[in-house]
């Protein structure tokens, strides 16, 4: 996939392989991918990793859905329609965010804990913040308050912000200000520069 296919905004029917070619490429593609997210997944906290998303992650994700699932023709409408919202268009960063905790009972009494924390993800550059806003398919936190362990979160940037981001060495955080989650981080170089080109 060409360097450039990265910065495209939306994944056409045109864009996916036939079942077979993909089938015959898939190692080299998904051993490709595992280097260009190497710098595209930050930790927050000790369960906690935001996997930001871009036409290509996405694209891979597609064909992965369309390979391991079979549903031919009639499936790719459902996974364009699912995964073409998660590309970032131009001004914003999006990312896939899980929280991995192996145990069930752990994993649920924490979880429980955690009702709207996709509502307090934000970045910080240069001591200005960027709250995250959820992803709006489905409500990503039960009546009852309990998280779910994978939510999609949209940050958009103001042109001041985006600058600001792209700018080398610029100090950026991300973080959660929930009162039962409030770690963060400072972005690496090498994951700041690789999210800076997500924007226009």
């Known amino acids: 996939m060409s360097a450039g296919l990265a910065m495209k905004k939306e994944i056409t029917r045109d864009d996916i392989?036939?079942?077979?070619?993909?089938?015959?490429?898939?190692?080299?593609?998904?051993?490709?991918?595992?280097?260009?997210?190497?710098?595209r997944r930050q930790e927050i906290g000790p369960v906690c990793t935001f996997y930001f998303e871009n036409?290509?992650?996405?694209?891979?994700?597609?064909?992965?859905?369309?390979?391991?699932?079979?549903?031919?023709?009639?499936?790719?409408?459902?996974?364009?329609s699912a995964y073409n919202p998660l590309i970032p268009q131009g001004r914003e960063l999006v990312a896939t965010v899980m929280f991995e905790?192996?145990?069930?009972?752990?994993r649920k009494?924490?979880?429980?804990k955690?009702?709207?924390?996709?509502?307090?993800?934000?970045?910080?550059?240069?001591?200005?913040?960027?709250?995250?806003?959820?992803?709006e398919d489905v409500d990503r936190?039960?009546?009852?308050?309990?998280?779910?362990?994978?939510?999609?979160?949209h940050f958009n940037f103001s042109e001041a912000q985006v600058a600001a981001f792209k700018k080398p060495d610029t100090r950026v955080?991300?973080?959660f200000d929930h009162p039962a989650?409030?770690?963060?981080?400072?972005?690496?170089?090498?994951?700041?520069a690789a999210l800076a080109k997500d924007f226009d």
Do not use: C
Request: hydrophobic fraction near 40%; proline fraction near 3%.
């Open 173 to 175: 955080i991300l973080g």
């Open 109 to 112: 009494t924490f979880l429980a």
């Open 101 to 106: 905790i192996d145990d069930p009972l752990r």
């Open 55 to 80: 036409y290509e992650t996405m694209w891979a994700q597609i064909h992965e859905m369309l390979y391991i699932e079979k549903g031919g023709e009639e499936q790719i409408d459902d996974e364009l």
């Open 17 to 39: 392989l036939p079942m077979a070619t993909y089938s015959e490429e898939r190692r080299e593609l998904r051993r490709d991918l595992v280097e260009k997210k190497k710098f």
């Open 114 to 135: 955690l009702g709207g924390i996709e509502e307090t993800a934000f970045f910080e550059i240069d001591g200005e913040k960027v709250i995250g806003k959820p992803e």
């Open 181 to 192: 989650y409030s770690h963060m981080t400072i972005l690496s170089e090498d994951v700041r």
């Open 141 to 153: 936190t039960t009546a009852d308050g309990k998280a779910s362990a994978v939510q999609f979160i």
